[in-house]
T-cell receptor, first 113, second 116 residues
Framework: ETGVTQSPTHLIKTRGQQVTLRCSSQ?????VSWYQQALGQGPQFIFQ???????GRGNFPPRFSGLQFPNYSSELNVNALELDDSALYLC????????????FGPGTRLTVT | SQELEQSPQSLIVQEGKNLTINCTSS?????LYWYKQKYGEGLIFLMM?????EEKSHEKITAKLDEKKQQSSLHITASQPSHAGIYLC????????????????FGQGTILTVHP
């Protein structure tokens, strides 16, 4: 069984730029959730995707957007990067029948300078 | 204030000691999930509690859910350096509309250090 993978591992961007983070879900899982974790905090829910559509969204502005592909992999796009976007971005996958039993990837560390 | 509050925020213990981490919710709990995280890495799923009074154990870690108190506890027996890390509780807390849309709300985490 393949676990959740994310790429890249680390990324450094400049304020105002755009970034795309990628996630491959665990085999057998059809739902992907994205979280942002600032230093010293718990993860904050960004949104969830199921069947290539956004299924729910947290308190994040529209410049945070996502995609899910037919193979259930997903992308997180952030436009007009701000310094406060610096964080660990976590992707989690789950099966629809147990949507809260979420398995996390290793994360992408984004630094905005 | 946090919807899920963990206590203590950090804990330093000597190897072999027992310890307990608590997670208290300001809302009704419909399930509680415990995760462990190494600094800067992803979350590792530990266990899921779904019913009031439920207790689960895995190796030396036991978790309990008290729905009436809106609280869960994670107990580690005879701690080892391999237990060190950040422990996070998460729950699908409902929003004002009565939904959670697959969102897990997390506590701020408890940092555990185990000295050999």
């Amino acid at each position: 069984e393949t676990g959740v993978t994310q790429s890249p591992t680390h990324l450094i961007k400049t304020r105002g730029q755009q970034v795309t983070l990628r996630c491959s879900s665990q085999s057998g899982h059809n739902t992907v959730s994205w979280y942002q974790q600032a230093l010293g905090q718990g993860p904050q829910f960004i949104f969830q995707y199921y069947r290539e559509e956004e299924n729910g969204r947290g308190n994040f502005p529209p410049r945070f957007s996502g995609l899910q592909f037919p193979n259930y992999s997903s992308e997180l796009n952030v436009n007009a990067l701000e310094l406060d976007d610096s964080a660990l971005y976590l992707c989690a996958s789950s099966a629809l029948r147990v949507p809260y039993e979420q398995y996390f990837g290793p994360g992408t560390r984004l630094t905005v300078t | 204030s946090q919807e899920l509050e963990q206590s203590p925020q950090s804990l330093i213990v000597q190897e072999g000691k027992n310890l307990t981490i608590n997670c208290t919710s300001s809302k009704t709990l419909y399930g509680l999930y415990w995760y462990k995280q190494k600094y800067g890495e992803g979350l590792i799923f530990l266990m899921m509690l779904q019913k009031g009074g439920e207790e689960k154990s895995h190796e030396k870690i036991t978790a309990k859910l008290d729905e009436k108190k809106q609280q869960s506890s994670l107990h580690i027996t005879a701690s080892q350096p391999s237990h060190a890390g950040i422990y996070l509780c998460g729950s699908p807390l409902l929003n004002a509309g009565g939904t959670s849309y697959g969102k897990l709300t997390f506590g701020q985490g408890t940092i555990l250090t185990v000295h050999p």
